[in-house]
């Protein structure tokens, strides 16, 4: 498998240019000697899936400017003795050609603070083009999954059980009307798994949560996977956004797409609403902190919030010209609607109640 590894030295982020490394599985042993080779406090490594890596080298071109920069750059807290620098440049040059091949089979792993292992899948459901994602703490084996989808929730279950995972919750970012959700079947295969929705979502689940609450997994008592909850209505005025901060990420439902946000026109939605949850929200969150969405329609799979700041067609406006901007769209009836709306009100069961 490949990752990306971000080295962090005295708790700061190396340069944007260099701080995206990719190794193969070969290569692990030679990247980890190289790195503990340099001079300075090396802390810890943050392993990220080629996905990403992808996304970002492509738009910084990494792999034309990492050689340059370590060489240019005086201040670069690093020494690169010369075999390391043709190292490095020849893991770049021959593992990008055979990245893509991988980017749809890579899961992400992290060490937090105390070097306890998380997981996160990214899973895809193309008719919806709904991304669900699946987060453990691999010592408990405890999970929780957002945004499942009905559809593909024999795909999902079968990697929570050849993972050997606990599944604690199954989380709904909103009451979505364009597809059912996978919330109750899971409920079904996993007897100890909880439903989890917005307080204000007016739809049926176990657990209620309000903003400014928290979610957690793993052990309470040492290092659990939490995430923070923040009310982000607009799309629907039960839309949630759940913060990530030990890994600088946020899940961001419909609320706030790549490039675009949910549309306002149907589900007490409201674009003045909406304006106002992703300015206080999330583009309050730090500008390096990862936005994974509920759907993407052009094949991107994450942002930051300094890129949707600075480069999202709609929210770079006014208050006056994004509620301009989502009162024209003129959007078509979404197509599952009529049946989805009414089973996501019921956990996605109404047909077995």
Not at 81 to 95: A, D, L, N
Not at 188 to 210: E, R, W
Not at 334 to 350: E, F, R, T
Request: proline content about 4%.
């Amino acid at each position: 498998m490949a990752y990306i590894t971000l080295l962090i030295t005295n708790n700061q982020l190396l340069p944007e240019t260099l701080r995206i490394w990719l190794f193969s599985s070969q290569a692990c042993e030679s990247m980890f000697r190289t790195a503990r080779s340099m001079s300075g406090t090396f802390s810890s490594v943050v392993n990220f899936s080629v996905t990403e890596f992808l996304r970002r080298a492509e738009k910084l071109s990494v792999l034309q400017t990492i050689k340059s920069e370590v060489e240019s750059n005086p201040d670069f807290p690093f020494h690169f003795p010369s075999h390391h620098k043709q190292e490095i440049e020849r893991i770049v040059q021959h593992e990008f050609a055979d990245a893509r091949e991988l980017v749809a089979s890579l899961n992400i792993t992290i060490l937090n603070k105390v070097g306890n292992p998380i997981a996160m899948d990214e899973l895809f459901e193309n008719q919806s083009s709904t991304y669900t994602y699946l987060l453990a703490d691999s010592t408990t084996k405890e999970a929780l999954i957002i945004d499942p989808v009905i559809d593909t929730v024999e795909r999902d279950a079968k990697l929570i059980q050849q993972l050997g995972l606990n599944l604690r919750y199954a989380v709904n970012t909103h009451v979505h009307a364009d597809h059912i959700t996978g919330s109750g079947k899971l409920k079904a295969l996993f007897p100890g798994c909880q439903s989890v929705l917005s307080n204000l979502s007016g739809a049926k689940a176990d657990i209620y949560l309000k903003d400014g609450e928290f979610i957690k997994i793993g052990e309470s008592g040492r290092t659990p996977l939490a995430l923070e909850c923040r009310a982000t209505p607009g799309h629907t005025n039960g839309c949630m956004s759940f913060v990530w901060h030990d890994y600088g990420a946020v899940f961001t439902g419909d609320a706030l797409l790549i490039r675009g946000c949910g549309r306002t026109d149907f589900q007490q939605g409201s674009a003045d609403s909406l304006f106002t949850s992703i300015h206080s929200k999330l583009f309050s969150l730090p500008d390096h902190y990862l936005v994974y969405p509920a759907h993407d329609y052009t094949g991107q799979t994450c942002s930051s919030i300094l890129e949707e700041k600075t480069l999202n067609p709609r929210l770079t406006k006014s208050r006056e010209e994004f509620i301009q901007i989502m009162a024209n769209l003129n959007l078509s009836y979404p197509k599952q609607i009529d049946k989805a709306l009414p089973a996501n009100l019921v956990c996605g069961l109404q047909g077995d109640l």
